[in-house]
């Protein structure tokens, strides 16, 4: 079965710090790999994806996340974050083709301004 | 391009009462789901539908649980009788669909419905 770790429940940085959360993910096939974000009040929204090709990929509001197979990993990374970052942060996969999404248990980020 | 709606976006009901959750797909997306998220758990997976049918609803908790797609447009899922466990709150998402793969894969969610059972 598949499944998804990701490595805090809980960040807080200051505003300019540099971020990067954590996901691993366990599954024997092929995978698409998501990050989603949900702020206060708001709902779940994509925040990037991988489907194939360059393992480095750029999504929303300066966010990017590398896919490495070898490790299983789809770490999220920014170089600086803002107060507005706030938010959670869930990784989550599913099998190429496949449909259910297998999510992390998601990451609380709290950015001081 | 309207998104994902669903209604109520929170519910508080007794035990034993029922209660319907609806959601609206973006338009033309085949693919629907329901997810769940129980307070400090990760978000899972209750079932798919492709317009009409359903799926996979492997993660659907019991058979206390309904959830229909009449006409492949909106989707309705009922809990009766409510439970305290089954509180949290129910997302569902939709997607273009599965053969493609890329973005008419991507699911995108709705606000989610809040539902507190005392």
């Known amino acids: 079965a598949q499944s998804v770790s990701q490595h805090n429940h809980h960040v807080i940085l200051s505003e300019a710090a540099s971020l990067e959360l954590g996901c691993n993910y366990s599954?024997?096939?092929?995978?698409?790999l998501f990050w989603y974000v949900q702020y206060p009040g708001q709902h779940l929204q994509l925040l990037l994806k991988?489907?194939?090709?360059?393992?480095l990929v750029k999504g929303i509001k300066g966010f990017e996340a590398e896919f490495i197979k070898s490790k299983f990993s789809f770490n999220l990374r920014k170089p600086s974050v803002q107060w507005s970052d706030t938010a959670e942060y869930f990784c989550?996969?599913?099998?190429?083709?496949?449909?259910?999404?297998?999510f992390g248990a998601g990451t609380i980020l709290r950015v001081k301004s | 391009e309207a998104g994902v709606t669903q209604f109520p976006s929170h519910s508080v009901i007794e035990k034993g009462q029922t209660v319907t959750l609806r959601c609206d797909p973006i338009?033309?997306?085949?693919?629907l789901y329901w997810y769940r998220r129980v307070m400090g758990k990760e978000i899972k997976f209750l079932l798919h539908?492709?317009?009409?049918?359903?799926?996979?609803e492997s993660g659907m908790p019991n058979n206390r649980f309904l959830a229909e797609r009449t006409g492949g447009t909106y989707s309705t899922l009922k809990v009766q009788p409510a439970e305290l466990e089954d509180s949290g709150v129910y997302f569902c998402?939709?997607?273009?669909?599965?053969?493609?793969?890329?973005?008419?894969?991507?699911?995108?969610f709705g606000p989610g419905t809040r539902l507190l059972v005392l």
């Open positions: 991988y489907f194939s090709g360059d393992p």
């Open positions: 599954y024997g096939g092929t995978v698409n």
């Open positions: 989550a996969v599913n099998a190429k083709g496949g449909n259910k999404l297998v």
């Open positions: 338009s033309g997306h085949d693919n």
């Open positions: 998402a939709s997607s273009q669909d599965l053969i493609s793969g890329g973005a008419r894969e991507t699911q995108y």
């Open positions: 539908f492709v317009k009409e049918s359903k799926q996979d």
